[in-house]
Each structure stands twice: as structure tokens, then as C-alpha cells.
């Protein structure tokens, strides 16, 4: 079964409809890329996903539920969390408030614990954690915003814009940071400005253009699509 | 020399009133933009509340009423929210700032038909008494209203860093969308948030009206006041209210002395355009986006 699954998704903002009849899934344990340009409703995408554009039509079902209309901290509490474009921290908190935001939702014991692993895999943050989020650089808060959504041990991980404004070896460090969550069982949905790296890391991928997908297939078949290296790849 | 302690202890002593009424109102327009003009109407009610409490046959001193007017205002703020500005929050700033006018109108109104409009006064045994600290005399209850002023400061800005529900109002008050994210229920914080705020007014009037004498038309000054008070401190920051405060409570005690009390309110306001024209974030405003 699917982890998430959207099936003739249509959404906008106003009367004007952005996505038309998007269809895309993500199975446990798989990294998944949307490539798409500048306007092609991946953003749109992922916060009808998250309940931050609420869906005109279609479905949306995660973890074998139809989160359809369903409020923010509804779908977060479900195990969905959202690295969003613009990282959207809470800039006049520290690094570690930010991060306790993350596991707001949880309960259980473990926080402490999820704190401490989440240091371990980005360690800057340990050494930012009292350090104002809005003062950070442009790679340390995308790895607060990481943190933050980790900190909700999610099922799946959606990151929009990964590298954007990262210098190459941030964005390097962060693509790693993906394949060890995965490693650890969350699955990951990823927009990605840089679609070599991005396929480099998936395992399959969509192509977005206009608010459709109109291309479909695993990274390596988008990598040899002719279309894909003319149009994203500059091939 | 005397003289001029004296006047910069009175200048605190009111500041400690300045810094304990405005730090509900910060709190409100902080994290929920809402200027909240029914701000010193919520103290209005907190010091009627005191007054019936301690002119009832229980004679309830006003520092015990205090933690009532917190419960029961905090309660009203709460309602308040719920069921009327919860519905355009994500609208216009003008429509909060239009229904809090027109709750404040109800609530004066109210007021002048409960309790006529005959200026009241909550006067213990020890309301006259000062402290002489050699040649400075502090009566005791202002003295009281600035050790509040701080003990509320401190912990309220404790309580935003160190628990759960602080740091989601704080996180809603930066950020609505990031919040929901995090899975905070925003109607449910954006109403506690006003319930603290009013619980906070609340408690603010107790110590008012064991200071001065009120009627139910003393909100449109004490507003106005916490609303200096507030641009002077700078938004998003917890010490802001208390800083602002004791700044305004200090030019009002030596312009009183230096340029008369009929001109007191116009000097403040100069001082306060002069700073905020050489620091628009305020004394103690951060400049981070
Ligand atoms: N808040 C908004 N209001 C109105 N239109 C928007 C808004 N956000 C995005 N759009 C429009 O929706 C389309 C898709 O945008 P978006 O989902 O952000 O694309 P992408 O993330 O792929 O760049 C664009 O045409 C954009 O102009
Ligand atoms: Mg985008």
C-alpha cells in the first residue's frame, strides 16, 4: 500500500486554478522527486498536501486514510511533516525552540531522544542550538527547518527547494541527510531545483509542467527521457 | 538632590502601573495583531471587580481578588475571542480593531449602568502607608504594582521559552502558517492568548484601583497609555512593555516637574515620536526580519 497517494488532485488560489488532475504516489521507504519548472504547482502540490491549500477535487490519502479537507495539525499529527520553500522558521527563537516546535505534537518519551539524533546527523545545530534561528546562514536554517520537521518523527518527509540558495556542498551534506532519514523509514518527497541531484538521490520521480504531470517514471528513466535532458537537465 | 531621587522614584513607582497595564496589550498585538482597544476597559473591569469584592460583606483584600479578576477575566478575553474576533483573524487588521472599539463601547457602557459613573476607590488599611527610605517616601502600593509589573514580565517571558503552550503562542505570533504546521491549533492558541491578555488586564486593575480612584471611563486613557507603552518597549520582545513602561513613567515624573503637569501628556508624546523617529523598532524592539 502506498504511503501517500493523490489521484486527480485540482487546486488553486482564488477562482484561479492551478493544478489540474495531479496524480502521484510515494511507497515506504522511497525518495521521490517532483522536477518541475518555476510555476508548475509543485509548491501548490505539497501544501494541498499538508492542508495549507485546501483541495478543490480529487483525493489525497496517506497512511491509508483520505486526509482530504483535513487541517494542518490534523495531517501533521497523522506522520506528515513539511520542510516548506522559504524554510519559514521562527526567526526570534533559537535553534532548539525551533526544534521542540517540531515535536509539538508529540507525547511520548522520546523527544529528548529524537533531540539528540537530530544533533547527531546535523551537528551544526548542537553548535547553533541557543543562537536565534532568523540570525543563521542560509544552510544552517535549512538544516533548522530539517531539524524542526524530524523532530516530528514523521512518515514522510516533503521538502520543497532543498538547495535553494545552499552553496553545492551544503546541498551535498543535506541530500545525505536524506538518504540516512530514509535508511532510519521515512520516506521522502522531494522538489528540487537541481534535477541531476535530485535524481541522483530518488528513486522515482514526476515531471510537472503547467499543474499537470505530464511525465512519470523511475529516476533512472527520467534520466535517459529525451525531453528531461533537453528541458531540465541541459543535455 | 533629595528632590530629584525623589522624583525619579515616582517616575518607576509609575512606571511599574505603565509597564504592569501594557504588557497584556503587547502580548495581543504581538502574537495576534490585534491592537486591542477594549485593553483598558479588560483593567476597568479588573478594578470594579476588586472594588465589589472588597466592599462586600467579605471585605476580599485586593491582592487576593487579583488572582480572581485573572480567572474571571481571563475567562471573558477567552469568550471574547472564540466567538467574535476568531472570525476575522485572517481578515483586515481594520476589522479587529473595529470590534474591539465596539466591544469597548459595550463594556463602558455597562459599566456606567452597573456602577454609575461616580469615580470609585479601593482604600485597605494599608493604602496610605509608605515605605521612608531616608529621605524617599514609597507608598507601599506602588511599590506593590512594580514588583508585579517585573514578577509578570519574568515570568511570562519564562513561560513563552520553557512550556508548550509558550513557545506555540510565541510560534503562532511569527508565523500562522508554520505554526498550523506544527500542528498548533491556531483558534485554540490565538484564544488563549487573548484569555491570558485579559486575564493579565485583569490582574492589572486590582493593583490600579488600590492606586487611584476610577470610574468606568478610565479605559480609553489606560489604552492609549499601554499603546505608547508598547511602541516605546518595541514589539516582540518580552522585556519590551516593562522598558517602555518605566521610560514613559520616568519622562512624565521629571516633565511634571520641569515643564508642568498641565503639559506632561504632550511632553511624553514628543519624547516618544523623538525615540521612535531615532529607533522605529522601539528601546527594546529586535530589528530581525
Ligand atoms: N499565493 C498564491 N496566490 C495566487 N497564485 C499563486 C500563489 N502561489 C502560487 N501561485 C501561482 O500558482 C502557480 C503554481 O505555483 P507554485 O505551486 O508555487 O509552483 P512551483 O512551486 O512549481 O514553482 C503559479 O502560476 C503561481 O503564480
Ligand atoms: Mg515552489
Redesign the interface.
Known amino acids: 500500500m502506498s504511503l501517500l497517494e493523490i489521484r486527480d488532485l485540482e487546486a488553486g488560489y482564488g477562482a484561479v486554478q492551478v493544478l489540474w488532475r495531479v496524480a502521484l504516489r510515494v511507497d515506504p521507504g522511497e525518495i521521490v522527486t517532483v522536477i518541475g519548472n518555476n510555476g508548475a504547482g509543485k509548491t501548490t502540490t505539497m501544501l494541498a498536501v499538508?492542508g495549507?491549500v485546501p483541495p478543490w477535487r480529487g483525493e489525497i490519502a496517506f497512511d491509508g486514510r483520505t486526509v482530504h479537507g483535513l487541517?494542518?495539525?490534523d495531517i501533521?499529527?497523522l506522520g506528515l511533516?513539511?520542510v516548506?520553500q522559504g524554510r519559514?522558521?521562527?526567526?526570534?527563537?533559537s535553534v532548539e525552540?525551533n526544534l521542540?516546535?517540531?515535536a509539538?505534537?508529540r507525547r511520548d518519551r522520546g523527544v529528548e531522544a529524537t533531540l539528540r539524533r537530530v544533533y547527531e546527523i546535523l551537528p551544526r545545530l548542537r553548535e547553533r542550538r541557543r543562537q536565534?534561528a532568523?540570525?543563521l546562514s542560509g544552510g544552517e536554517q535549512q538544516m533548522c527547518a530539517i531539524g524542526?520537521a524530524l523532530m516530528?518523527r514523521p512518515k514522510l518527509l516533503c521538502v520543497d527547494e532543498l538547495s535553494f540558495g545552499l552553496a553545492p556542498r551544503v546541498t551535498d551534506e543535506m541530500l545525505d541527510v536524506l538518504v540516512v532519514i530514509r535508511a532510519e523509514g521515512t520516506s521522502v518527497l522531494l522538489v528540487e531545483q537541481d534535477v541531476e541531484l535530485a535524481l541522483a538521490v530518488a528513486d522515482r520521480g514526476y515531471v510537472m509542467e503547467g499543474g499537470r504531470v505530464v511525465l512519470a517514471g523511475t529516476a533512472a528513466e527520467l534520466y535517459d527521457d529525451p525531453g528531461v535532458r533537453t528541458a531540465y537537465l541541459g543535455l | 538632590m533629595d528632590f530629584w531621587l525623589q522624583i525619579v522614584a515616582n517616575g518607576l513607582l509609575l512606571g511599574g502601573v505603565y509597564a504592569l497595564s501594557a504588557v497584556a496589550f503587547s502580548l495581543e498585538w504581538g502574537v495576534l495583531n490585534i491592537v486591542n482597544l477594549a485593553h483598558g476597559s479588560f483593567i476597568m473591569l479588573g478594578a470594579y471587580l476588586t472594588w465589589m469584592l472588597f466592599t462586600s460583606p467579605l471585605r476580599v483584600d485586593p491582592l487576593l481578588s487579583a488572582p480572581v479578576d485573572f480567572a474571571l477575566l481571563g475567562g471573558l478575553g477567552f469568550l471574547m475571542q472564540r466567538l467574535l474576533l476568531n472570525r476575522v483573524m485572517r481578515g483586515q487588521f481594520f476589522l479587529t480593531l473595529l470590534l474591539t472599539f465596539g466591544i469597548d463601547q459595550v463594556l463602558v457602557n455597562t459599566g456606567i449602568l452597573l456602577w454609575t459613573a461616580d469615580p470609585r476607590a479601593v482604600t485597605p488599611a494599608y493604602s496610605s502607608r509608605s515605605l521612608a527610605l531616608g529621605a524617599l517616601t514609597i507608598p507601599y502600593t506602588r511599590l506593590a504594582v512594580l514588583a508585579v509589573a517585573v514578577g509578570i514580565t519574568v515570568a511570562l517571558a519564562s513561560f513563552m521559552?520553557h512550556t508548550?503552550l509558550g513557545?506555540?503562542i510565541?510560534?503562532t505570533g511569527?508565523?500562522l502558517?508554520?505554526?498550523?504546521?506544527?500542528?498548533?491549533?491556531l483558534p485554540v492558541v490565538f484564544a488563549l492568548t487573548m484569555g491570558l491578555g485579559c486575564g493579565l488586564a485583569g490582574l492589572a486593575g486590582a493593583f490600579y484601583s488600590l492606586n487611584f480612584p476610577f470610574s468606568p471611563q478610565i479605559g480609553g486613557d489606560l489604552t492609549l497609555r499601554a499603546f505608547v507603552v508598547t511602541c516605546l518597549g518595541g514589539l516582540?520582545n518580552m522585556y519590551g512593555p516593562l522598558l517602555g513602561g518605566l521610560a514613559l513613567g520616568m519622562v512624565e515624573s521629571v516633565a511634571s516637574v520641569v515643564v508642568g503637569s498641565g503639559a506632561v501628556d504632550a511632553t511624553a508624546f514628543v519624547i516618544l515620536v523623538l525615540i521612535l523617529a531615532l529607533r522605529p523598532q522601539g528601546l527594546g524592539g529586535?530589528a530581525?526580519?
Open positions: 499538508t495549507l487541517e494542518p495539525p501533521a499529527g511533516a513539511l516548506p519559514r522558521l521562527f526567526g526570534a527563537m525552540e521542540l516546535m517540531g509539538y505534537l536565534l532568523g540570525t524542526r516530528a | 521559552r508548550r513557545r506555540a510565541n510560534a511569527m508565523d502558517d508554520a505554526a498550523s504546521l506544527m500542528g498548533v491549533r516582540g529586535r530581525v526580519a
